[in-house]
């Protein structure tokens, strides 16, 4: 299905009535009308990584149960009220959806990724809320028109070739006071040093660097930001990332040394990721 059939279709579930609710799932009920074109839609767009999404019988069992990691963060989501939030590196928008509960007064995602834009537009076409979603890339937020009070940045840090300058454009980006959630892979160390793999980590090819927390404080610190506190740590396991039959491809059991699930396929620590809130 091209671009457009998948847009114009999408824009035709806009008319339908249907109701939203927040659970583990992003979960919305609709007159079931169009539930046909609904599956024939949501099997189109795969891979759907983040979520996930139930529409009314359908249940889209996303590769990651990101429920988990919003848990982490939620005890900190008091800081969105009334507030401007950015979510940078957003994907299909499950997190933005499930901000909504925490009453900011405006969402908006950042993420270069057509196909993901499109799972958005799929789910806001029945959900129906004032989210906005951008076709730009964390570069593109010091010249955006709007600052921000929060920013979200969950697992894009580790992809970029210059950590510290994303670090800076996300500061840039922030009012004077502003809060930033990151999170990233890291590697046990008492040493400011970071990880750099030859070709791949965890077989997945684009990541630059994982950084100790002691490194990943630094760049933070380089890049401005006057205070970086550290709010969880916790290893990624079979529960939180798996292989389902909505991404038709491999996943984390396929990416560990199988006689040794400590270890990655490459003989690198196996992926663990620590949560921080940076302040401006």
Same mark, same amino acid.
């Given at each position: ?7 114009? $279709?999408?824009?035709?579930? =806009? $008319? ?23 599956? +024939?839609?949501?099997?189109? /767009?795969? @891979? ?7 529409? &009314?019988?359908?249940? #889209? ?20 009220? &009334? ?16 901000? /909504? $509960? %925490? ?29 906005? %979603?951008?076709?730009?890339? !964390? +570069? ?10 929060? #920013? ?16 800076? &454009? /996300?500061? $840039? ?22 990880? !750099? @793999? ?11 660097? !994982? ?18 506190? !550290? /709010? ?6 079979? =529960? +939180? ?15 560990? &040394? ?7 396929? =490459? ?14």
């Amino acid at each position: 299905m091209d671009i457009q059939t998948l847009e114009t $279709k999408i824009a035709s579930l =806009e $008319k339908l009535s249907c109701k939203f609710k927040l659970t583990q799932s992003v979960e919305i009920t609709t007159d079931k009308s169009q539930t046909n074109l609904i599956k +024939e839609l949501a099997i189109a /767009l795969k @891979p759907w990584r983040k979520g996930p999404f139930k529409i &009314d019988d359908l249940f #889209i069992d996303t590769e990651w149960q990101s429920f988990i990691k919003f848990d982490i963060l939620k005890p900190f989501m008091c800081n969105i009220k &009334d507030k401007i939030v950015a979510d940078v590196g957003c994907n299909n928008g499950y997190y933005m959806f499930k901000m /909504l $509960k %925490f009453s900011p007064k405006q969402i908006i995602g950042f993420d270069p990724s057509l196909k993901y834009h499109l799972q958005f537009k799929l789910i806001n076409a029945l959900a129906k809320t004032n989210i906005k %979603f951008e076709l730009l890339g !964390v +570069e593109d937020l010091p010249n955006y028109a709007v600052k921000f009070d929060v #920013i979200f940045c969950l697992g894009v840090i580790y992809h970029r070739s210059d950590p510290i300058k994303m670090l800076k &454009d /996300l500061k $840039k980006a922030l009012k004077l006071g502003g809060i930033v959630f990151l999170d990233t892979m890291y590697i046990e160390s008492d040493e400011e040093i970071a990880l !750099v @793999p030859q070709n791949t980590y965890s077989k997945i090819p684009n990541i630059y660097f !994982v950084p100790s927390i002691k490194a990943l404080k630094n760049w933070c610190l380089r890049a401005g930001f006057k205070n970086f506190e !550290v /709010l969880a740590t916790k290893k990624t396991d079979k =529960e +939180e990332q798996r292989k389902t039959a909505w991404i038709d491809s491999y996943s984390l059991e396929n990416f560990l &040394d199988p006689e040794n699930e400590n270890l990655t396929c =490459e003989g690198y620590e196996a992926p663990k990721r620590v949560y921080v809130r940076l302040r401006a």
